[in-house]
């Protein structure tokens, strides 16, 4: 079925049914006329996370497009850790697969662009937005149980350390935002290492 005002509008006020991790939004959509809008607002999240949201809409042609352009800011507390914008840089051969939809990312949040193949114009984004912070909330709670390995009963529990990782992750946060690898990249690695460290069975717990 192919997206309508109405129908956008519906799925943007619900839009705090599809996370558990979101915490409110203040999107708003105001119509301008019977086809067009300006989509604007914030949605936060756990952990301090924010999404910032900027779309023009006119769903003239919706089978086509119906996001004529966009912005979106991903913030821990107000600083930016990275956005999306479909400005349009032809100059830039490294962008051109997913032209013009492109990410902004440290270091030189300014300048440092690389392609997002995850947006669309045709589609609607907060979609893919909300879903990629779900993964990096998932990776802070994978960091925190694999911090927290308890030797005594040979499985992962929460300790002060990883209590800790999951109430005030900023550090871990800036670092998966920016496309980084953290020290761990395989936490599941690391719980397997103090396995056979300790002499734990193998068998993963449920």
């Not at 936060?44 to 004529?68: D, H, Q, R, W």
């Not at 032809?90 to 270091?107: A, F």
């Not at 030797?151 to 670092?175: D, F, H, Q, Y």
């Amino acid at each position: 079925m192919p997206w309508s005002l109405d129908r956008y509008e519906e799925f943007v006020y619900q839009i705090q049914t599809t996370s558990p991790h979101l915490k409110f939004s203040t999107l708003v959509l105001q119509r301008r006329g019977k086809l067009a809008g300006v989509l604007s607002g914030e949605i936060s999240f756990n952990n301090g996370i924010k999404l910032t949201v900027y779309e023009n809409l006119s769903f003239l042609n919706p089978e086509v497009a119906f996001i004529v352009d966009y912005g979106y800011e991903f913030k821990l507390g107000e600083k930016i850790q990275y956005w999306y914008d479909s400005q349009p840089h032809p100059n830039d051969p490294s962008l051109q697969s997913t032209r013009p939809h492109h990410k902004h990312i440290s270091p030189d949040i300014k300048h440092h662009r690389v392609p997002a193949p995850g947006l669309s114009f045709s589609e609607p984004n907060l979609i893919f937005l909300i879903g990629e912070i779900e993964n990096l909330l998932q990776l802070i709670i994978i960091r925190a149980f694999a911090e927290s390995f308890s030797p005594v009963s040979c499985s992962p529990r929460i300790t002060r350390e990883g209590a800790l990782l999951l109430l005030n992750p900023p550090k871990l946060l800036e670092t998966l935002a920016a496309g980084q690898e953290y020290h761990r990249p395989n936490e599941q690695a690391h719980i397997d290492d103090n396995r056979d460290a300790y002499n734990c069975p193998t068998n993963h717990p449920p």
